[in-house]
């Protein structure tokens, strides 16, 4: 059901179809294209005398590296279940996307660090599989046996307190820095009913202080109460974090840190106290593919059995998901596409692996969410055609 799910509501992503021919032809007057075909099966199509054979291609990711901070507190009690629920359908999410992921969550396993093991007001947190381990999650005295699932998912079991979450994840940086990947984009993403009492200029520098290299362009995410409980319960009406956001005494509403790290680091949000999960890690899932897109840039899959690649006869049509479609011309390399509205270049010519579009076509292939590549090998390279 959680595969279903995921599949029917990301069926529409980018997807780019690569047709792999065995014919010698000239000419794409003959090549029959679908305008209302969105699926991402193989597909023929024909250049008069010779037929196309459809392979599905993916656009290059960079490796992301995903650090979950859960707040342990006892006031968690609902919101831990829900997010147990949410990692598989976010972590399934991503997988599909051919994305080469790693999740790590700094939280505590139940029954660990005083946490409460079992039962309705358990404060711990435990991911079953398919993202945890199929070892996991079974009661050991008095805690529970470790979730982790190595490469692709880690849990420190650590307790995440309230108010310093972020102190947390600097702290424990010692702890989990060795699963980090330096050439991995990295996105951190915290739960909480608290406000932070650390400033999020603090938190920015203290983290790059950590290692620069690893964490310059770190995007941070969060599902976070937007006000406190103070200020949420003086709201006419009545807003909904006079239920689920924990007193503060507005001590550190000023300071609003998740929020100001969500818009320095272009991240993305969700209000813990609409109680909504599912739409917000949908929205995170969404923002890491999208941040971790090596632009304008896809993969050339194997040819069949039998047949090679000739780099002198491949041609790039793009449908822009709605209406229409049209012929990409080819440049030789990127300095050319200055020259041109539409067209694509190789990464290597003498040896391709991947096709890179100019920025224009490509700006407007990302600005189409139903945009589709068919490149077709097989038939002599048609130009760009130059600016007049």
Same mark, same amino acid.
């Given at each position: 059901?959680?595969?279903?799910?995921?599949?029917?509501?990301?069926?529409?992503?980018?997807?780019?179809?690569?047709?792999?021919?065995?014919?010698?032809?000239?000419?794409?007057?003959?090549?029959?294209?679908?305008?209302?075909?969105?699926?991402?099966?193989?597909?023929?199509?024909?250049?008069?005398?010779?037929?196309?054979?459809?392979?599905?291609?993916?656009?290059?990711?960079?490796?992301?590296?995903?650090?979950?901070?859960?707040?342990?507190?006892?006031?968690?009690?609902?919101?831990?279940?829900?997010?147990?629920?949410?990692?598989?359908?976010?972590?399934?999410?991503?997988?599909?996307?051919?994305?080469?992921?790693?999740?790590?969550?700094?939280?505590?396993?139940?029954?660990?660090?005083?946490?409460?093991?079992?039962?309705?007001?358990?404060?711990?947190?435990?991911?079953?599989?398919?993202?945890?381990?199929?070892?996991?999650?079974?009661?050991?005295?008095?805690?529970?046996?470790?979730?982790?699932?190595?490469?692709?998912?880690?849990?420190?079991?650590?307790?995440?307190?309230?108010?310093?979450?972020?102190?947390?994840?600097?702290?424990?940086?010692?702890?989990?820095?060795?699963?980090?990947?330096?050439?991995?984009?990295?996105?951190?993403?915290?739960?909480?009913?608290?406000?932070?009492?650390?400033?999020?200029?603090?938190?920015?520098? +203290?983290?790059?202080? !950590?290692? @620069?290299? =690893?964490?310059?362009?770190?995007?941070?995410? %969060? $599902?976070? *109460?937007?006000?406190?409980?103070?200020?949420?319960?003086?709201?006419?009406?009545?807003?909904?974090?006079?239920?689920?956001?924990?007193?503060?005494?507005?001590?550190?509403?000023?300071?609003?840190?998740?929020?100001?790290?969500?818009?320095?680091?272009?991240?993305?949000?969700?209000?813990?106290?609409?109680?909504?999960?599912?739409?917000?890690?949908?929205?995170?899932?969404?923002?890491?593919?999208?941040?971790?897109?090596?632009?304008?840039?896809?993969?050339?899959?194997?040819?069949? +059995?039998?047949?090679? !690649?000739? @780099?002198? =006869?491949?041609?790039?049509?793009?449908?822009? %998901? $709605?209406? *229409?479609?049209?012929?990409?011309?080819?440049?030789?390399?990127?300095?050319?596409?200055?020259?041109?509205?539409?067209?694509?270049?190789?990464?290597?010519?003498?040896?391709?692996?991947?096709?890179?579009?100019?920025?224009?076509?490509?700006?407007?292939?990302?600005?189409?969410?139903?945009?589709?590549?068919?490149?077709?090998?097989?038939?002599?390279?048609?130009?760009?055609?130059?600016?007049?």
């Amino acid at each position: 059901m959680i595969l279903k799910k995921i599949f029917i509501k990301y069926l529409s992503f980018f997807t780019i179809l690569l047709n792999i021919s065995g014919c010698t032809g000239t000419q794409l007057a003959g090549k029959q294209f679908s305008e209302d075909d969105t699926s991402n099966q193989n597909t023929t199509g024909s250049y008069d005398n010779c037929v196309s054979v459809g392979q599905t291609a993916y656009p290059l990711f960079k490796p992301v590296d995903i650090i979950i901070a859960i707040d342990n507190s006892n006031s968690m009690i609902d919101e831990i279940k829900q997010v147990q629920y949410n990692m598989n359908l976010f972590s399934i999410d991503i997988m599909e996307r051919h994305l080469d992921a790693r999740i790590i969550l700094l939280s505590s396993l139940p029954g660990d660090n005083n946490t409460t093991l079992t039962g309705e007001f358990a404060t711990g947190i435990c991911i079953a599989p398919p993202l945890g381990s199929s070892e996991g999650c079974n009661t050991s005295g008095s805690s529970v046996t470790d979730d982790s699932n190595p490469p692709v998912y880690y849990h420190l079991s650590t307790r995440m307190p309230g108010t310093k979450i972020l102190q947390w994840i600097i702290d424990s940086y010692g702890d989990y820095e060795n699963y980090l990947r330096g050439e991995a984009d990295k996105h951190f993403v915290v739960v909480t009913d608290s406000l932070d009492e650390m400033p999020s200029n603090t938190f920015d520098s +203290s983290l790059k202080g !950590l290692n @620069s290299d =690893l964490f310059e362009n770190y995007t941070f995410n %969060g $599902i976070f *109460s937007y006000y406190s409980k103070e200020d949420a319960c003086g709201m006419t009406p009545v807003h909904a974090c006079c239920d689920y956001s924990t007193p503060s005494s507005n001590e550190y509403a000023s300071l609003d840190s998740y929020n100001k790290l969500v818009e320095l680091t272009n991240g993305a949000k969700g209000d813990l106290c609409s109680q909504e999960f599912t739409p917000v890690f949908d929205t995170i899932a969404g923002l890491v593919v999208k941040k971790a897109v090596i632009d304008c840039k896809w993969t050339i899959p194997e040819p069949p +059995s039998g047949m090679t !690649l000739d @780099s002198t =006869l491949v041609n790039v049509k793009y449908w822009d %998901g $709605i209406s *229409s479609s049209r012929l990409i011309g080819a440049v030789e390399n990127s300095a050319e596409c200055t020259g041109v509205k539409d067209g694509w270049y190789y990464d290597d010519k003498t040896a391709p692996t991947s096709v890179i579009f100019c920025p224009y076509t490509c700006t407007e292939m990302q600005d189409k969410e139903n945009s589709r590549i068919d490149i077709d090998f097989g038939c002599t390279t048609i130009s760009a055609i130059d600016l007049e």
